[in-house]
């Protein structure tokens, strides 16, 4: 079980919001030049050293990262045929149910994640609506939530399985 694709999956979502982060951190400071002339009409984006050098190296990372996801992905419903994840899930594939202690494991880390967003969520609203800084800093945090809600279900997952392994 533990190196089940699923079991990785709130991993690989972790990383590819903290990725997502860093592309937000790169981009939050452009200085914008525009240009707008009777002969010439242009629009110049300057980034800092490390400002682009987040920008562009959180794109490659991301896009190496979605290589190495997708075939992590293939390898996994080749080898489970009856248990295939699409690569765009409506349900979340991280759920494991394929027997009533997988269930119950997969329903008590459900409920956290689902407490920590009925606090958290009304919470972000808050700040959003009250908030003197700007909305990237918004955007931090909505990141922040979703980095936390898989930190939740992941280590109460890996709480199980390691209860389990003893």
Do not use: C
Request: proline share 5%; aromatic share 16%; hydrophobic share 45%.
């Amino acid at each position: 079980m533990k190196n089940d694709f699923r079991m990785q999956y709130p991993l690989w979502m972790m990383g590819f919001i903290v990725t997502l982060g860093m592309f937000l951190f790169g981009v939050s400071s452009p200085t914008t030049h525009i240009v707008n002339t009777e002969t010439e009409q242009s629009i110049l984006v300057e980034l800092g050293p490390i400002a682009g050098l987040f920008a562009v190296g959180s794109v490659i990372l991301y896009f190496l990262m979605m290589i190495v996801f997708y075939t992590q992905l293939k390898r996994h419903n080749k080898k489970n045929p009856a248990e295939k994840i699409s690569i765009f899930p409506i349900r979340p594939p991280e759920y494991l149910e394929q027997d009533e202690g997988m269930t119950h494991i997969t329903r008590k880390a459900s409920q956290k994640v689902y407490t920590f967003m009925s606090w958290s969520l009304p919470l972000l609203a808050v700040f959003a609506m009250f908030s003197p800084f700007s909305r990237i800093y918004t955007v931090f945090v909505i990141l922040l939530i979703a980095l936390i809600q898989y930190v939740i279900y992941y280590v109460e997952i890996r709480t199980h399985f390691k209860e389990e392994d003893e």
